[in-house]
């Protein structure tokens, strides 16, 4: 992670990611977003998926609600710690592991 936020997930023409995971529509176009705050020295995680995110193998909370039909970030963010495994919907799992 070289930005101060990556989104992961199976993108799409309205669905920009930086990190793109070609798997089966279990994993939402933007289903997770790696997020650094250079303030505190850490990395955060943020679930924007449908059917969930986990953080070494708990599930975070949503990052979204649903107003009036369209998604709108709540703020909910999970620290990363040093070292994770991030899998979403259960069926991808990706390594995290903070170089310093």
């Known amino acids: 992670v ?4 990556v989104t992961i997930g199976r993108g799409g023409v309205t669905y920009p990611v930086d ?8 994993v939402s176009r933007e289903h997770a ?5 250079p303030e505190g020295d850490r990395f955060l995680l943020i679930d924007l998926s449908s059917l969930g995110t986990t953080l070494n193998g708990r599930h975070v909370p949503p990052g979204f ?3 009036d039909g369209s998604k709108r970030e709540n703020g ?6 040093d070292l994770a ?3 979403l919907a259960e069926m991808v799992f990706l390594e995290f592991s903070r170089v310093r």
């Open 19 to 26: 990190i793109k995971i070609a798997a089966a529509v279990d």
């Open 85 to 87: 495994r991030i899998g």
């Open 65 to 67: 609600e649903m107003v």
């Open 76 to 81: 909910a963010e999970t620290p990363l710690p």
């Open 33 to 37: 977003r790696i997020r650094r705050d």
């Open 2 to 5: 070289v930005k101060d936020s």
